[in-house]
């Protein structure tokens, strides 16, 4: 148990440290993805976006998703690889948490009915620490 928790930290010093990621869902039976920002309490994972885009509907269609992040800088060293599950929530207190000023550009405030956020459930999680390791995490 204690070896899980220690995974755990791990896993959320990386997603610390990643403001953006891939986000990959699927449509009819293909993938298809696109970057988008990423944030997180812990292992709870947040996408914000607006409730008619695109990626609602394959969300309601297929909740299952899967997020990238840390190649960016050439080398796999602090990435993880995320395989999971999405909910569309407009839970009022989390976006009001979520809120940034330049969201302004896209809705009128964290009250807008279009602002949802998407909240990803790992099922699977496969990371390289600092230190080069690989690891995998299941729910």
Known sequence: MEARIVM?????KILDHHEYCAFATVEGNKPKQRYMMLYNRGLSIYLVTDRK?????????NPHVSLLFGYENG????SAEIEGTCTITDDRELCEYLWKPEFKDKFTGPEDPDYVILKI???????????????????
């Open 75 to 78: 080398c796999a060293k602090g």
């Open 121 to 139: 459930n790992p099922v699977r999680i496969v990371y390289v620490s600092e230190n080069g390791d690989k690891h995998e995490w299941i729910e």
């Open 8 to 12: 755990e930290q791990n896993i959320v």
């Open 53 to 61: 885009t695109h990626k609602v509907m394959e969300l309601q269609e």
